[in-house]
């Protein structure tokens, strides 16, 4: 009789238990770090290039964007941006962001170096040439407007067939808590020789993998949670809790 009395005491005492914390477990919600990514269909991605060669002609349909300095001199610079990435709450912790680019074609035999520059102008992407950034605005210097200091620079070998990343964690920061507009990326290739450029795969490729994409990877802040109050207290004779 005592061995089936505490049976049923530890049963009842495993109900209760479960009754208690049934509405944690209902609410419960694992938290973590979260990816964002462009769409892999390019649907969010607007890109094209500028050539200073051809200042009044548009690429924003192309299937490639180009950077680098073309045989006479002249540059080609590329602008890109994900007009999906305020999607991400403005309030998240940006752990980092990374511009992914796949290069497609390489032109010279020397390696360049790309350099990823935050655009501070809007512009459009059918409408964008290396004078003007709209049908109906030019851009302040031609070729883009941007803020001088570089995000990230990578060295491109002329092999093809590579990704490269670059990041941009403090534009993306910015973008999406509000502190920049996201006129988005623009890479250039100063200093470059005649002759060496190199073809990146656009939001238009029609090989999904080779697609150009922004990756953001971010966490939720939870709301602070009070647990003690402490009140009738002054900053000389607080009250213990």
Do not use: C
């Amino acid at each position: 009789m005592q061995k089936k009395r505490k049976v049923l005491v530890s049963i009842g005492v495993v109900l209760i238990s479960l009754l208690f914390i049934y509405p944690f477990l209902n609410n419960f919600v694992i938290t973590g770090q979260i990816i964002y990514q462009s769409a892999s269909d390019g649907s969010t991605i607007n890109d094209t290039y500028l050539r200073e060669q051809f200042p009044n002609n548009n690429f924003g349909t192309a299937t490639t964007i180009r950077v680098g300095n073309v045989s006479g001199g002249t540059e080609y610079t590329s602008i890109i941006r994900d007009s999906n990435i305020s999607s991400i709450d403005s309030e998240d912790t940006i752990v980092s962001a990374k511009l992914q680019i796949y290069i497609n074609e390489s032109f010279g035999d020397s390696n360049i170096t790309l350099k990823a520059y935050r655009i501070t102008t809007s512009w459009t992407e059918t409408e964008a040439t290396w004078n003007n950034r709209t049908a109906a605005a030019t851009w302040t210097t031609a070729g883009g407007d941007y803020v001088a200091t570089e995000l990230d620079s990578i060295n491109i070998t002329n092999e093809t067939g590579l990704y490269y990343n670059f990041t941009i964690t403090d534009a993306a920061r910015g973008w999406i808590n509000g502190t920049y507009n996201n006129y988005g990326i623009i890479l250039k290739a100063p200093n470059t020789g005649a002759g060496n450029y190199t073809y990146i795969s656009s939001s238009d490729h029609t090989n999904t993998s080779q697609k150009l994409k922004i990756i953001v990877e971010h966490t939720g802040n939870a709301a602070p949670q009070l647990t003690n109050i402490s009140t009738n207290s002054t900053l000389s004779s607080p009250t213990p809790i």
